[in-house]
């Protein structure tokens, strides 16, 4: 059974802050690792992807991976209100007729507080 | 203007209905994927295409349908042997299915009530 866990929250930072979003997963042989953010009410839309060991950063955010740890993470530097979503942590596993199949978990609800 | 489109935005049901849900991209994306969402949850694979005519089941096909007769389009069937079938639907797409770098992109959302 191929599964991806996260805290479910709801996570709380103020206006400024740090956030952490963490992420762990089954499948030692994942490849593939995103973030999605994903406002209530609306569709997922990707913030970042990441395939290799280390941290990858665009903007705000930086997306962390250790495979050995089978551990991914999302953080988000100097937070603003507009971040207050629900972010989904999606690993790709090898399915059936050789696709790979993108797994999410249940995500983590932040909310920024002003 | 490209993208992924879902119709109709909202949905109601009568029990022992089946409904169709519209997916169509102009991405000229190989695959296309139907996944579900209920509420405080992640998304869930019903099924998936990876070229047209060709189509596989995900985790929790059972009680729906689909069909790509077209690249652009996948529709979703909702019969009446899925018991519950309240949801948010959603489609994606993505360019190289079958490679690690594939990445989805996903349109709208389709929100299905059962009356």
């Known amino acids: 059974q191929k599964e991806v866990e996260q805290n479910s929250g709801p996570l709380s930072v103020p206006e400024g802050a740090i956030a952490s979003l963490n992420c762990t997963y089954s499948d030692r042989g994942s490849q593939s690792f995103f973030w999605y953010r994903q406002y209530s009410g609306k569709s997922p839309e990707l913030i970042m992807s990441?395939?290799?060991?280390g941290d990858k950063e665009d903007g705000r955010f930086t997306a962390q991976l250790n495979k050995a740890s089978q551990y991914v993470s999302l953080l988000i530097r100097d937070s603003q209100p507009s971040d207050s979503a629900t972010y989904l942590c999606a690993v790709t596993f090898l399915g059936s007729g050789s696709a790979r199949q993108l797994t999410f978990g249940s995500g983590t609800q932040l909310t920024v507080l002003p | 203007d490209g993208g992924i489109t879902q119709s109709p935005k909202y949905l109601f049901r009568k029990e022992g209905q089946n409904v169709t849900l519209s997916c169509e991209q102009n991405?000229?994306?190989?695959?296309m994927y139907w996944y579900r969402q209920d509420p405080g949850q992640g998304l869930r694979l019903i099924y998936y295409s990876q070229i047209v005519n060709d189509f596989q089941k995900g985790d929790i096909a059972e009680g729906y349908s689909v069909s790509r007769e077209k690249k652009e389009s996948f529709p979703l069937t909702v019969t009446s042997a899925q018991k519950n079938p309240t949801a948010f639907y959603l489609c994606?797409?993505?360019?190289?299915?079958?490679?690690?770098?594939?990445?989805?992109?996903f349109g709208p959302g389709t929100r299905l009530t059962v009356l």
């Open positions: 994606a797409s993505s360019m190289r299915p079958g490679q690690g770098t594939d990445t989805q992109y």
């Open positions: 990441i395939y290799s060991n």
């Open positions: 991405l000229n994306h190989d695959a």
